[in-house]
């Protein structure tokens, strides 16, 4: 369980380095030109925002798609990025639970094209458990 408990802190954690440290950005931008199999797709790890519902599939699903320039850097000692290595175990249940995300996601995006204007309430509200929403305009 501590071991999921860990996933998403430790992926939204390496993709704020990325984007904070320069160092770790020119190495994993290097890494990542490096690799001929990226080639057409994301280049960058998603980072984790609060406020936007997807974004933690987001920051799971370009870990995925860059999973091994993601691994490469944490053999760098230098980069001190040892506190954000997955193990083979995390790096599985990121697939699931990506997985299982996407069905959400997709839900959500085509409930928000049938009423657009939705907003939800705390998920342990009864109106929520009801499937009851109120409508803002």
Not at 19 to 46: C, E, M, R, W, Y
Not at 96 to 122: A, G, K, N, T, W
Request: hydrophobic share 40%; aromatic share 4%; charged share 25%.
């Amino acid at each position: 369980i501590e071991s999921a408990l860990q996933l998403l802190p430790r992926v939204c954690g390496l993709a704020r380095k990325i984007h904070d440290s320069s160092p770790v950005a020119t190495a994993f931008a290097k890494i990542v030109d490096n690799d001929p199999t990226i080639v057409g797709q994301t280049q960058t790890l998603a980072r984790r925002c609060a406020s936007r519902w997807n974004s933690d599939y987001d920051s799971l699903d370009t870990a995925l798609i860059l999973e091994q320039p993601v691994r490469a850097p944490m053999k760098d000692k230098d980069l001190n990025l040892k506190a954000y290595k997955l193990t083979n175990d995390q790096w599985n249940l990121a697939a699931d639970l990506r997985d299982v995300l996407e069905v959400c996601r997709v839900h959500l995006v085509l409930s928000s094209l049938i009423q657009p204007h939705i907003v939800c309430q705390r998920a342990d509200s009864p109106v929520l458990q009801r499937r009851e929403c109120t409508k803002r305009y």
